[in-house]
């Protein structure tokens, strides 16, 4: 359908923002359900993705613009008119559109879907958000140090851009990070080992093209639905990162190999990848998850799972040769596909995800056997959750020894000699992974 004045793509994008924002859900799960009821063509529906998730990663600069232009905190506007005046600032400052269009479709939209008597207020303060480009905005607003600068620039917490400077201990890099998380990522599929190659995907699309880190996987436009191998459960949408601590983590060589466990499958994209492996090797594979919804989503890629909690699981000691714990945690590597992440996580609830990581990991102590190996990712770089859980385990646990992973990853990477490895959208454009691994050397 055609949508000459972009008013029904706007209005589409305008519900899909209510609707994240009251019933606290991920714009990535939710927006696939409000494009596929329009009757919108594919351009279109591309100009609503990209106000959606535009609006929602730049709220924190947009919102400080906001506060700047109006008498009324943005906190306290109501929820649809602050919807209506991000979704309005981001497409003034962030898009190719006129001021006037931006301006009109959000005055006609105010008054269409909110109220007659907002529809002045959002006139107003749009038209004063319009005098000026975002880098004039960025002067106007102010900053106190080069981090916080970075936060109103880049629309980041600044607990956030703290962790990073903590592992990374420099600004220039933070930044680099901050400019990545805010792209759009591409898709990438991963074909199942045995079940699919790089050549059958590229040969489903002529705009396909292979993936840079793994060379069963290709990146690619569209919907990931139309490839048969996906429809046909032989590939699946994977991050390269995900991929790469996987291939790496059972690559380790050990002396005898028996029994496989990823501890925390859900939702399966790394238990289709080890169990095709540990089958090639005849090696017995098992899927742990504790959550049943979860449980469904392995079904896809396995068959071979078990309901159970982590923290207490339903496995005899020393069962295992290969433990994967691909933890709970934050999800600060992958900002850059969940736009609203950033918002939604608070810099208090990091202690707890630690507290659930450890106990993984104590577990997982219990049921490797001698001359195992116990891998441990995160998809996240913050300290607490990588470098300090790897110093915390190693001093609690004297059986254990750690091996240094970076030659199971690809040498043009460039990884830099550390016993772990700990990847970066800004560097390798792959989500930000983490990888230690540990060996038990004595009972």
């Not at 981090?147 to 990073?164: A, F, T, V």
């Not at 594979?285 to 989503?297: D, G, S, Y």
């Not at 992973?405 to 043009?412: C, G, L």
Request: neutral net charge; aromatic residues 8%; charged residues 25%.
């Amino acid at each position: 359908m055609s949508d000459a004045n972009g008013i029904n793509s706007r209005r589409v994008a305008l519900k899909a923002l209510i609707s994240i924002e009251k019933e606290h859900s991920y714009a990535n799960l939710a927006l696939p359900h409000f494009l596929n009821d329009s009757n919108l063509s594919a351009a279109d529906k591309s100009l609503v993705t990209e106000i959606v998730y535009g609006s929602i990663r730049m709220r924190g600069t947009y919102d400080r613009i906001i506060d700047t232009v109006s008498n009324r905190p943005v906190q306290d506007l109501d929820l649809e008119v602050r919807e209506v005046l991000r979704m309005g600032a981001h497409q003034l400052l962030n898009m190719r559109v006129a001021s006037h269009a931006a301006v009109d479709t959000a005055v006609t939209l105010t008054k269409q879907e909110i109220n007659q008597s907002s529809s002045g207020f959002v006139n107003a303060i749009l038209r004063k958000i319009s005098k000026f480009d975002f880098d004039q905005w960025i002067t106007n607003l102010g900053f106190t140090d080069k981090l916080d600068q970075l936060s109103i620039q880049y629309s980041h917490p600044r607990w956030i851009l703290e962790s990073y400077f903590k592992r990374l201990g420099d600004i220039i890099r933070v930044e680099e990070e901050c400019i990545a998380n805010n792209r759009n990522p591409k898709v990438c599929v991963i074909g199942w080992p045995g079940q699919a190659t790089q050549s059958e995907l590229l040969e489903s699309n002529e705009s396909f093209v292979p993936a840079p880190w793994v060379d069963s996987g290709v990146e690619i436009t569209g919907d990931p639905a139309e490839i048969s191998a996906i429809r046909g459960l032989r590939a699946s949408v994977q991050d390269q990162g995900s991929f790469l601590v996987s291939k790496a983590f059972a690559d380790i060589p050990i002396q005898e190999d028996g029994f496989w466990l990823d501890m925390c499958a859900g939702p399966g994209g790394k238990s289709a990848l080890l169990d095709r492996w540990a089958g090639e090797r005849n090696i017995n594979f098992i899927a742990n998850e504790i959550a049943p919804h979860r449980a469904k989503l392995v079904q896809r890629s396995t068959n071979k799972i078990v309901i159970s909690d982590g923290l207490n699981p339903a496995f005899k000691e020393s069962s295992f040769t290969r433990i994967l714990i691909d933890a709970p945690c934050s999800g600060l590597g992958a900002l850059r596909r969940r736009p609203d992440a950033r918002w939604r996580k608070k810099e208090n609830e990091i202690q707890g995800l630690v507290e659930i990581q450890k106990g993984l990991l104590r577990s997982a102590t219990k049921l490797i056997k001698v001359g195992g190996v116990l891998g441990y990712v995160t998809c996240s770089p913050h300290p607490l959750e990588t470098i300090e859980n790897v110093k915390w385990f190693l001093e609690g646990n004297p059986d254990f020894i750690q091996i240094p992973v970076v030659n199971f990853f690809p040498v043009e990477m460039n990884l830099p000699d550390s016993p772990n490895v700990q990847l970066w959208p800004g560097v390798h454009g792959t989500d930000g992974m983490f990888l230690a691994v540990f060996q038990r050397v004595a009972k």
